[in-house]
């Protein structure tokens, strides 16, 4: 499994057994406020979840895009650092509806034959309610 989006990223902590950290030399891009100009862009996290899961036997594998995040940039930027192509997906599931889970943007994925499953209520309209702003748009 591969976390494409979550709520933290932590750039200082080490690899472990079965845990292998984004590799610390991702995208590097203009910084005027810097020495030399330039900052290493990471991960990035957001309240969002989005994760790769690949089931492999023998020499073949099955991959599934548990959940989408909501931000179009978070899951497509982490994928591309750290270095995995959605176009070999070959099932989306949406666990619920809820805005943070199922917002993200299918199009990366490689073909329009991509199997869904879907909680029955994802495609429900949503809004939260927040004490100083008022309903908003989710």
Same mark, same amino acid.
């Given at each position: 499994? /591969?976390?494409?989006? *979550?709520? /933290? ?5 080490? *690899? ?8 610390? /030399? @991702? ?12 900052? +290493? ?5 957001? #309240? ?7 089931? !492999?036997?023998?020499? !073949?594998?099955?991959? =599934? &895009?548990?959940?989408?995040? &909501?931000? $179009?940039?978070?899951? =497509?930027?982490?994928?591309?650092? &750290?270095? =995995? *192509?959605?176009? *070999?997906? #070959? @099932?989306?599931? &949406?666990?619920?509806? #809820? ?5 993200? $943007?299918?199009? !990366? ?5 991509? @199997?869904?499953?879907?909680? $029955?209520?994802?495609?429900?309209? !949503?809004? @939260? =309610?927040?004490?100083?702003?008022? +309903?908003?748009?989710?």
């Amino acid at each position: 499994m /591969t976390t494409l989006v *979550d709520n /933290t990223y932590d750039t200082f902590l080490p *690899d472990e057994v079965h845990v292998l950290r984004a590799a610390p /030399t @991702s995208d590097v891009v203009s910084a005027p406020q810097f020495e030399d100009g330039t900052t +290493a862009v990471r991960m990035v996290a957001e #309240h969002r979840f989005s994760a790769l899961v690949t089931a !492999r036997r023998g020499d !073949r594998s099955h991959s =599934i &895009l548990f959940d989408t995040g &909501l931000s $179009p940039d978070a899951m =497509i930027a982490n994928a591309d650092r &750290l270095e =995995i *192509d959605l176009r *070999d997906v #070959h @099932s989306v599931v &949406l666990s619920h509806g #809820h805005f943070d889970h199922a917002g993200g $943007p299918a199009a !990366r994925l490689g073909t329009t034959k991509v @199997s869904m499953v879907v909680h $029955p209520e994802v495609w429900s309209k !949503r809004r @939260s =309610i927040c004490p100083d702003a008022g +309903a908003v748009r989710c």
